[in-house]
């Protein structure tokens, strides 16, 4: 289950520590080859329009006015996303890589690959 990043620092303030599941072998990628992948900077107005950015914050449950962004990553409270050049999706230590937006919503499967990986991972909110 994601929380929001207001959630989150509410639960820091009253010390009350969160328990994240891992689940060995779900991550498209290790450590070592994840450090190695260049990020892409992140366009934030671009992405505050793209459809398929306003659907994945609807699936979490998160508004746009609790989301972070930086020059080359979304801080999603417990998740922090990053864009790569690279046409694979990477989740790991609460890291997620993926394609561009534009790039993951022309791919059906890149797409169904994502809602997969954040089924696997309880990241959705049900």
């Known amino acids: 289950m994601a929380i929001s990043k207001r959630q ?6 009253m010390d009350i520590p969160l328990w994240i599941r891992r689940d060995s072998g779900s991550t498209s990628a290790n450590n070592d080859s994840k450090g190695n992948i260049a990020l892409l900077t992140v366009d934030e107005s671009a992405c505050k329009e793209h459809q398929l950015f306003i659907d994945i914050l609807q699936s979490l449950e998160l508004s ?24 694979n999706i990477v989740y790991a230590d609460n890291t997620l890589l ?9 791919s059906p499967e890149l797409k169904s690959q994502l809602w ?3 089924n696997e991972q309880n990241i959705l909110c049900h």
Request: charged share 10%; proline share 2%.
């Open 64 to 87: 746009v006015a609790e989301v972070s962004f930086s020059n080359n990553n979304i801080d999603l409270g417990l998740i922090n996303w990053s864009f790569h050049a690279h046409n």
């Open 98 to 106: 993926t394609p561009t937006l534009t790039e993951l919503a022309l």
């Open 116 to 118: 997969r990986l954040f």
């Open 8 to 13: 989150y620092t509410a639960l820091k303030a």
